[in-house]
């Protein structure tokens, strides 16, 4: 376009006026724009110009100004500018871009480019008369200008007032994004809720709510569980007293303000006037006489500047700190002033203003630090005390790495090598070290620790003299080791360890008994290293004999063919079906080795076998494993200790009770929640003893369960053995008691049949155990040992042959003495064969003269024992009920039972009270059985006792329960069995559960009977506050275990009713939120101190997030269970299962860490390759 289009005329683009030069013709380039075309121009004149004309009332349409036609003069000297081919190849190639842009608002020359470009097409077409066809088609051109994409609005007439423009192009966007952008929707402001149009009474519109309303939510009043309102909570308030009332002086201290007489000298000490008078005063070295003086309010300055003194903490801080100052001596006020630090931690700071406590974190550092300061400086005042030093590990356990702590602690073990409880302590904290952690390395650990003590208890240490209960702490420490190598797969270990220690204190010869522990170990290695037959295995003679043997010239070696010999099972059958995936069969193997090969393997010389033979070298056990373990047991106790121990660990069922009390790190068996027929039978139900440990060769999953009752054949001839062996040991009471224990394993056996209703198994089980009680009841020793006629006729009566049970308790009671109440044994005879014939009972109707009455009557009489006829005189009932009475006072009113001496008739009393209630119960009523129990439990009252774990290392023997627990179980199974048969309140029972429980908070068969009754009841509270306060006051474990499986229960209940298939959900037990609950509880109990290596606890854990289907959760728990108990073998046979994918990686970690892997992977890919 020229810069003068009036004159544009003078020069036509394309025509060059005649009388020009070349050169003035490109002087002059610049006025003319090649673009421009004079017909166009007047064509739009006129169009204007009509317009005007025809709409004079309508303000005519103007258009904006461009910037490309602001800025021709730019576009014109741009093609005067230096720029690249590039850029001009890429502007022609994207035109069209351009014309977008455009399109959004952004300006540029190529518009008119475009119409330019259109113009020229059609004038070719035309023959460049564009005036007149531009005159008499003015409609076309209309429309064909308006199909192209951007045209001007000016050149559009034709259209109406509503001008559109339809965009065919699709924007993706819409596709990448759910709405339209913001800024294309138009803005506005709704006034008001409702919406114009609609019925109010039958539609509504909710809107969602504006940013004003969301503003006003959020500056709602805090609730008092917010985090500013528990800071004000925690903070104590200024204290606030009349001015006029001096009465409450206590509450204040008065500060006195001296005046000095002589102001030099304050001005020589103060300068700057910056301390308090009673300072100066102390500055100058003079007496503060505060009586002279009156009070001054020192409370006012305090608030004023800021500092909120917490008065009731700093005066604690104060009075701990004049507690150590006065006596550094005292043990307990350091510990008391450690843990005050929890208590003043959770408040703010005293020492801190107002800002600081704001801004201030109460971090767990800070803390610790604050208690390892406080340690320090009690063990600066007292450097041979062992508690504070434990004290300190554990602080500094928090923040330390692993190699400075077992630096620390063997520091400390080894300026205390005589301490066995700081030796049980350590020997956990190695054993539960994921990274430090394998086998080999805390064996040997065993070894050194039982090695040190028996050095020390035998004067071999002369620089550390024993302390009291070091032998008891040894067997517990060695009872400890076995259970370690149980659990890590190292049966065999475990094994020879207790055959060793067995021969080593039962079978020593004379002549070594006088040499120290190490030179007695010495002499025992070579008849350990001979091959000669151990404690368990056929032709055993020990130790003593082999040595008077060796002196004459050794054994004349006689070959006996093994006729009965069971040939080994093939690996071939090991595998069931291949089609099982690689996971589910590793198991099966593994769990069948474990059940089969827990036995040391011994070369057989009758089949001239050698070391070589042996096709598994871990099932072969040296005397370097054992040696460092050997120690003496002069106690005679203890001695016996170590054989129930041993018999317990083989699954066999003794009167004593486990060794250690607090030994939760072997519990690794759900079965402490297993009611063994006590729903059936709540009288007579089982008390399953050393529930919650696996024995020997039983290594089952959470979710398979116990699979195989007893031992194979190998096992229960060894333990055939071990009772042979041990009969030669003793004799008379102890040996009725090996007796009595080896019936209640087959009593044992046969109520696992009863659990799984195996009939065929029962059978079979019930003829191998009559066939046993038969031949112990021929030895001449055992004839009249009413305790085994109670168990054999007992047996009889679990099998179902109820008349031949009472023949057996007839015979029995026919043939006793005619003790009366005064035989302990009779007593208990007389009422378990009661409480069976009362189990029989439908109702109380007829009890008067029903079979028990007769038993309980007779009982009474002096006379000889005359079986049942089927009536009762009453005059006997009346005698018998004086008599029981009498009986009952007389012991009630002797010295309190509870010392060890006293066993015996302890059991008597409790024997007595049983059968006395039971009488009452028959003949009178369940009230006055109640209240026979209410009395005898009032007499037998005593102060609570101690908890057995501070007295674990000080008490030898585990004897029967106290007679005040025994009592509580028999009231409590009394009224249960009355609940069964007829109707009466829970409250009693639940009362009285509650007590004992309270005493006893470890006993497994009151929880059992607890949470079953809790299981009857809608509402779950009470329970919850009383399982909370009894985790509170003990360190037992047992009631975090039941805690968690009461709330199980109900979970299961609680779906099962809701899924039930009726048609409908009833919801009788609305609960919510039990998952989060239990697992909440799981967390409380492994940050507990005896739950943290349990690994039972960590057992259920697992299973319950996988049960509840939180997979990923679980895979991290696992990893956390490991690092605390990495020596649980069943645990990693647990992720196995619930983890299938993670085989080989599960197996690694076993290898690494030295766990017993039977079956290694390649020998299960050859297996099924085979």
Known sequence: MALFPAFAGAAEPGETPAGRSEGSRKDLDWLSNPSFSTEDALLVHQRTTEAANSTPEKSPLIRTTSRSELSGESDSDENLKKSSKKRRKKKKKHHHYKTKKKAKGDSSSSESDLDTKHVKDRATASGRNREKEAAANLGDTTSNLTNNRFVWLDDIQAFTAETFRIDKKSDPANWAYKSLYRGDIARYKRKGESCLGIDAKKQCITWDSPASQKKQLQRRPERYFSKNNVKTLNTDGIPVCNKSSPSDSAAFIPVFQTESSDPSDTTEVNPLGIYDPSTTVWLQGKGYKGAEHEPVNTQQPFQESGINVNPILMTKVEEYNKKVRENPRDINAWMEFVSFQDELMRGPSPYASMGEQEVRRKSLKLILEKKLAILERAIESNPSNVDLKLARLKVCAEFWEPPALIKEWQKLIFIHPNNPELWKKYLLFCQSQFSTFSVSKINGLYGKCLTTLAAVQDGSMVSHPPLPGTEEAMLAIFIQQCHFLRQAGHSEKAVSLFQALIDFTFFKPDSVKDLPTKGQVEFFEPFWDSGEPRIGEKGARGWRAWMHQEEKGGWIAVDKPDDDDEEEIDEDEEIKDKTLPKWHIWLDIEYSREARHWLPWRPDKTKKQTEEDCEDP??????????????????????????????????????????????????????????????????????????????????????????????????????????????????????????????????????????????????????????????????????????????????????GNIDDARKVFDTALSTAETGGLKSPKLCSLSLLYAQLEVELLKSLEGAVTSRAVHILTKLTESGPYVPYNGQVLSVNVLKARKTYEHAVQDYLSKAPVSDRDQVGESNQLVNLVGCYAVFQYLTVGIDAAVLIYAQALEKLQVPAPEECENTGANSGV???????????????????????????????????????????????????????????????????????????????????????????????????????????????????GLTNRIIALFEHAIQSENGTHCPLLWRMYLNFLVSVGKKEKSKGLFYKAIQNCPWTKVLYMDAIEYFPDQLQETLDLMTEKELRVRVPVEELDLLLEV
């Open 958 to 1072: 585990q004897n029967l329960p106290s007679a005040l627990e025994a009592v509580t179980l028999l009231h409590t199974n009394l009224l249960r069995f009355h609940m069964k048969i007829s109707v009466y309140p829970l409250n009693p029972l639940r009362e009285a559960l509650t007590e004992a429980l309270r005493r006893y908070p470890s006993n497994q068969s009151l929880w059992r009977s607890y949470i079953q009754v809790q299981g009857k009841s809608h509402t779950a509270s009470k329970a919850r506050r009383f399982f909370d306060g009894v985790t509170r006051s003990t360190n037992s474990l047992e009631p975090w275990l039941f805690a968690i499986q009461a709330e199980q229960l109900r979970k299961k209940l609680t779906e099962h009713v809701q899924r039930a298939d009726v048609g409908e959900i009833y919801s009788t037990i609305p609960e919510t």
């Open 618 to 799: 871990e099932r072969q056990v040296l005397f370097d494993d054992l040696g460092p373990s050997m120690i003496q047991l002069s106690n005679p106790d203890l001695q016996h200790q170590l054989l129930y121990s041993f018999l317990q660990f083989l699954g066999v069922p003794c009167i004593n009770k486990l060794f250690p009390p607090n030994l939760y790190i072997a519990m690794d068996e759900n079965n402490i929640f297993d009611n063994v027929l006590s729903d059936e039978k709540p009288l007579t139900s089982v008390d399953v003893p050393l529930s919650g440990f696996n024995s020997i060769g039983h290594m089952d999953t959470m979710l398979r369960g116990r699979q195989h009752i007893g031992h194979y054949k190998d096992g229960e001839e060894f333990i055939q053995n071990v009772f042979h062996a041990l009969y030669l040991l003793f004799s008379g009471k102890e040996k009725s008691h090996l007796s009595i224990c080896w019936l209640q394993y087959e009593i044992s056996k046969v109520v696992q049949c009863l659990q799984t209703k195996n009939k065929k198994k029962l059978k079979a089980q019930g003829r191998k155990s009559k066939k046993l009680a038969k031949n112990l009841l021929k030895a001449p020793d055992n004839r009249n040992d009413l305790s085994l006629w109670k168990l054999y006729a007992y047996l009889e009566w679990l099998l």
